[in-house]
């Protein structure tokens, strides 16, 4: 179903015609996964020179990844922290006539990647993802649910309080991305989907912003985002910042930690760090069977890294997702699903060795 394109507001317009100027850097010799993790692990730590950098360099090699990328960190990273900052970037993507009128691509793709770097965080929107998805007390909900139509999984979302039922249910009606092999639902009715949340506690603006990134990234994240809308208490919350280790970069001059499950280069560092002795792998040897090592190690790795930014806010349901999430990333039934996730951040010295060279 064809979805209305966003008509930016003239005050939308005004705060991006504002944004400082920024010079180009030149683009990064690395290959566009690596330069997909830079940007987004960037605006997460508030790193604007690596993330000027890895977006300049994918707007040399795929601009429209690019924009889609930058409303997906929007959704997924600022959510429901600072909803004008995912309205501005949705804004700016959408509509390759008002980056020409306001100058270029450049120009705006750079002063969105601004904005979500100063932006304060909230990571529930992906937490409730990965818990939905993977989380191995909701297996038996997810095979249910993959056996439903459209239109009965728009049903579910009249009840305001299964959040994990409404999350899948959304994004499975919607048409959005489902792994899990499954009935097809027929046809994806997104315009109902949001008209459904709409009516169960979500605000139309926010029901309005999320209609507007899955017609730009047709992803579950917005969705998602429409979800969570009535879990936001009212009013300004707490930040906080992650705890995080010290930075190393390559001989590039990079950060390492763009080398994760999704690149070739940090596969291969798994694997070398693998057959190293630590208290990770020792507690992997111990747990975990061997076919299915590398693949938990990796996924371990990107929820270390990748979950971690800047001034978070704080409220309840963030921080019960950001716990299950934690507890089932994996998908497995661990007695003690935390512990790995501590043992690799007091290990990851010893994996960068792996990735020094890369």
């Known amino acids: ?5 966003f008509d930016p507001t003239p005050s939308i317009i005004e705060q991006l015609a504002e944004q400082h100027r920024y010079d180009r ?3 990064l010799t690395i290959p566009i996964y690596g ?5 987004q692990k960037s605006v997460r730590r508030g790193e604007l020179s690596f993330a000027l950098s890895a977006a300049s360099t994918l707007l040399d090699q795929s601009p ?6 930058l409303v997906a960190i ?3 990273d600022v959510g429901h922290a600072d909803l004008s900052v995912v309205e501005l970037v949705v804004c700016g993507a959408s509509s390759k006539t008002l980056r020409k009128r306001l100058g270029d691509d450049w120009r705006v793709a750079a002063s969105l990647v601004s904005a979500l770097c100063r932006s304060t965080k909230d990571r529930s929107t992906d937490d409730c993802y990965i818990v939905a998805k993977n989380h191995p007390e909701l297996a038996d909900l997810r095979a249910s649910l993959g056996e439903l139509t459209a239109a009965e999984l728009i049903d579910l979302l009249r009840d305001p309080c299964a959040l994990f039922t409404r999350a899948m249910a959304a994004w499975r009606a919607a048409g959005a991305d489902w792994s899990e092999r499954h009935n097809a639902v027929g046809r ?20 309005t912003l999320a209609t507007r990134a899955f017609a730009q990234t047709r992803e579950a994240l917005p969705l998602v985002l429409a979800v969570l809308g009535p879990l936001r208490p009212a009013g300004s919350l707490k930040e906080l910042d992650d705890a995080f280790p010290p930075v ?3 001989r590039d001059g990079l950060p390492l930690w763009r080398h994760d499950k999704f690149s070739h280069a940090g596969i291969a560092a798994l694997k070398g ?4 002795p630590c208290e990770f792998n020792r507690w992997v040897c111990d747990h975990i069977e061997p076919r299915q090592r590398l693949r938990f190690a990796g996924e371990a790795l990107f929820r270390v890294e990748s979950q971690m930014c800047l001034r978070r806010v704080q409220y309840p349901a963030a921080l019960t997702l950001r716990r299950l999430a934690d507890e089932g990333f994996h998908g497995l039934r661990l007695a003690d699903p935390k512990v790995p996730l501590d043992l690799l951040r007091n290990d990851l010295g010893l994996l960068d060795e792996f990735r020094y060279d890369l």
């Open 1 to 5: 179903m064809q979805l209305p394109l």
């Open 35 to 39: 330069a997909l993790a830079l940007i």
């Open 74 to 76: 929007a959704t997924e």
């Open 64 to 69: 429209d990844r690019l924009f889609r990328r």
């Open 188 to 207: 994806p009715d997104p315009k109902a989907v949001f008209e459904a949340l709409r009516n169960t506690g979500t605000s139309a603006a926010t029901a």
């Open 248 to 250: 190393s970069v390559g």
């Open 273 to 276: 760090f693998l057959g190293r």
């Open 25 to 27: 850097p030149a683009q």
